[in-house]
């Protein structure tokens, strides 16, 4: 309501203020009329909202899609951890988000091509668990956000800016494993005093590849070992780096992380029992499959946290700000079964300092 300005003459005042006075009550018995319609149908708006604005994740992921009958395989393990984030912060599929899957079968070339794919149908975000993947997104896309759940050091492969604030489209967690591998080295050298020369499975496509080993030699030289690198980058040529392996006279075998190492442990680990090698790793699922030891982040506890960034960015904030993290803890996972097999007996500082002793 305007009040008139200026002066008027007194019997156009008292119209004025006459009309305003029914303008004012009409406009207070149409305020109060909209207020009880809003109250009635405003449940309706936002359950019609909720329900039509379904938010869109798009997953890229280098390796298979996961075997739900192996309900103790990696990938799925690692999903349903990431699922249960989500359900932790909210977030139902098929209420309010939806999933939406691209795998690569480890056939890298097909990974820009998948993340296309995604980037077409508009996701809020895209998740991935491989610094592949990462860049193959950041081609196909500088606007929608991407988190790495699981990858390589995206500062010092040059992708983001700093770990504090990342720039650009991407942000998430980040494994440095080969800094970790000198410590499993001399966990591995207390363990088995007696080892010289150990064999280094690397994964050229996996994170952090080009600085493995030689990321700890120096560890390697202070404990008098030997390393050899010996590269397996598709399924296919793991048979081939056994069969070095075995001719090299190698007494132990490092396996370094790779999402494709994972899906094969039990087969490698079967070899390294064969030929009675101790092996360390670089994470738990390997302990379970017949790794001597492993000690590495808890990938779970990754996914799920994983989560908590995607929460982050449904709810406004931008990646470039989001700082990258690494992993919130480490864990030790010793077999003693495959100790006992090998004729390995743990000393009281690593049983004191595992986190779990399989048996």
Not at 8 to 18: D, L
Not at 146 to 157: F, K, W
Not at 164 to 179: F, S, V, Y
Not at 337 to 343: F, N, Y
Request: glycine content about 8%; hydrophobic content about 45%; charged content about 20%.
């Amino acid at each position: 309501m305007h009040t008139p300005i200026g002066r008027v003459h007194g019997e156009h005042r008292q119209a004025r203020n006459r009309g305003a006075e029914s303008l004012q009550g009409l406009c207070t018995v149409g305020l109060l009329l909209i207020l009880a319609l809003g109250i009635l149908v405003a449940p309706r708006t936002t359950a019609a909202q909720r329900h039509g604005n379904i938010l869109l994740i798009g997953v890229l992921r280098p390796n298979y899609p996961p075997d739900p009958s192996h309900p103790s395989d990696a990938q799925v393990l690692a999903f349903n951890a990431f699922g249960q984030g989500l359900r932790d912060l909210g977030y139902v599929e098929g209420q309010n988000i939806r999933l939406e899957y691209r795998y690569a079968a480890y056939q890298w070339d097909r990974l820009p091509a998948l993340a296309a794919e995604l980037v077409q149908l508009q996701p809020a975000v895209i998740v991935t668990n491989s610094t592949q993947a990462v860049l193959a997104a950041k081609q196909a896309t500088t606007t929608i956000p991407i988190v790495q759940a699981v990858g390589g050091d995206l500062e010092e492969l040059g992708i983001v800016a700093s770990l504090a604030r990342p720039g650009g489209n991407i942000t998430g967690q980040i494994l440095r494993d080969p800094e970790l591998a000198g410590k499993r080295l001399e966990m591995l050298k207390e363990a088995v005093p007696t080892i010289t020369h150990v064999a280094v499975l690397v994964d050229p496509n996996g994170p952090g590849s080009p600085r493995s080993p030689s990321a700890f030699e120096r560890e390697a030289r202070a404990l008098g070992v030997r390393l050899q690198r010996v590269e397996a980058g598709t399924p296919e040529a793991i048979s081939d780096a056994l069969a070095t392996i075995t001719q090299s006279g190698a007494d132990a075998l490092m396996i370094m992380d790779s999402s494709m190492f994972n899906s094969h442990r039990q087969r490698i680990l079967d070899f390294a029992r064969t030929h009675r090698l101790p092996t360390v790793c670089g994470v738990r699922l390997y302990a379970e499959a017949g790794c001597l030891m492993a000690y590495a982040p808890n990938l779970g506890a990754m996914f799920r946290r994983a989560a908590v960034f995607v929460d982050k960015i449904l709810k406004g904030a931008k990646a470039a700000d989001i700082p990258i993290e690494l992993p919130h803890k480490l864990e030790l996972v010793l077999n003693l079964t495959t100790a006992k097999a090998l004729g390995v007996t743990f000393p009281p500082t690593l049983l004191n300092l595992a986190d779990e002793v399989l048996k």
